[in-house]
């Protein structure tokens, strides 16, 4: 699961890249809402499977990662706040183009940085999982 984050946060900056070599805005468009509508949606639903079932089953189950478990929450909220921006920027693209609005590359733009921005603190927050998370079910099973 984590590596198909991976994947996507690569697929989405390589098609920012592109746009911002000079690609055009409608083709950047239909390339990047896709990838970033599937990466919100999959990402989000993986958080909420793991703060309501995963983290609490590992918490009965070794209560000295307590701490840990808790850092891995927080960080959802924060990731979360980058996935709202994603999101907020991505509709207000979408709707400049649709109607045609001499700012939608300005948009595309706000968009594009929202994107690359969540994507080191979503990178970090997948590897602190894993440090702590694959022990456990090492250790415990899924």
């Keep these: 699961m984590h590596d198909g984050f ?6 989405m900056a ?5 746009w911002r070599a000079g690609g055009d805005l409608r083709a950047f468009h239909g390339r990047i809402l896709p990838l970033l509508q599937s990466h919100l949606q ?3 639903g993986h958080h909420r499977i793991e703060s309501g ?14 701490a840990g ?14 996935l709202e921006a994603m999101f907020l920027t991505a509709r ?9 609005a001499p700012d939608a590359a300005t948009a595309a733009d706000r968009m594009a940085d ?10 970090r927050h997948l590897e602190d999982e894993e440090d702590v998370v694959i022990p456990l079910i090492q250790r415990h099973g899924a």
């Design 92 to 100: 207000e693209f979408h709707g400049r183009l649709q109607t045609g």
């Design 6 to 11: 991976r994947r996507q946060q690569t697929q």
């Design 42 to 44: 999959h990402l989000d």
């Design 53 to 66: 079932h995963y983290f609490p089953q590992f918490r009965r189950a070794e209560p000295r990662v307590q």
């Design 114 to 123: 929202a994107v690359l921005a969540a994507g080191a603190p979503m990178l």
């Design 14 to 18: 390589a098609a920012i890249a592109d």
């Design 69 to 82: 478990l808790d850092l891995l929450d927080r960080d959802h909220d924060a990731v979360h706040a980058h």
